[in-house]
């Protein structure tokens, strides 16, 4: 069971990350060719354990006072917000 959660879990935040806002500025951090690649992917891994950390102490403190279903339900509504909020930020643009 925990190697199913591991693997759900791995899957879901990797492909979450491809092509988000943290990848493109890591790559873009990268690109520049005076600093160490090593230190910025150091500094980037540190920086997704740190909030991937809070991420997990913060879901073991709500689900105390909020069911799991209902965490479930708001993270749903929350990534339909953000991608109509985007979706209409690049319509606006393109019209300009």
Same mark, same amino acid.
């Given at each position: 069971?925990?190697?199913?959660?591991?693997?759900t879990?791995?899957? *879901?935040?990797? +492909? $979450?990350?491809? &092509?988000?806002? #943290?990848? +493109?500025? #890591?790559? *873009?951090? $990268?690109?520049? &060719?005076?600093? /160490?690649?090593? #230190?910025?992917?150091?500094?980037? /891994?540190? !920086?997704?354990?740190?909030? /991937? %950390?809070?991420?997990?102490?913060? &879901? !073991?403190?709500? *689900?105390?006072?909020? /069911?799991?279903?209902?965490? #479930?339900? !708001?993270? &749903?509504?929350?990534?339909?917000?953000? %991608? !109509?909020?985007?979706?209409? %930020?690049?319509?606006r643009?393109? $019209? $300009?």
């Amino acid at each position: 069971m925990q190697w199913q959660v591991f693997m759900t879990v791995l899957t *879901t935040v990797f +492909l $979450a990350e491809l &092509g988000d806002k #943290t990848q +493109l500025a #890591t790559m *873009t951090f $990268a690109a520049n &060719g005076q600093v /160490s690649r090593w #230190t910025v992917f150091a500094a980037a /891994s540190v !920086a997704l354990v740190a909030a /991937s %950390g809070i991420g997990v102490l913060a &879901g !073991a403190w709500l *689900t105390r006072y909020v /069911s799991p279903r209902h965490l #479930t339900l !708001a993270a &749903g509504v929350a990534f339909i917000a953000i %991608g !109509a909020w985007t979706l209409y %930020g690049a319509l606006r643009a393109e $019209a $300009a």
